[in-house]
């Protein structure tokens, strides 16, 4: 199964046969995610239980956007 993935975050519509490329919207929103988790608890023991939470939760901002 394929991971929605919203998109380009910060699309360039200047060459559209590079469509793809770079930061996705769901990758924007995890890395929003991970910088409040972390802004918050400070450094976690668990570095890739926080990734995958905050992916987790970029999941969920994709669905409601729908």
């Known amino acids: 199964m394929t991971k929605q993935t919203g998109g380009p975050a910060f699309p360039q ?3 559209p046969a590079e469509q793809g490329r770079g930061l996705t919207l769901r990758d924007y929103f995890a890395a929003k995610a991970m910088q409040g988790l972390i802004s918050n608890w400070g450094k ?3 570095a890739s239980d926080d ?3 905050c992916y987790e939760i970029a999941d969920a901002m994709l ?4």
């Open 13 to 15: 519509p200047i060459n």
């Open 44 to 46: 976690s023991n668990y």
């Open 63 to 66: 669905e409601a956007r729908k």
């Open 51 to 53: 990734a995958r939470y």
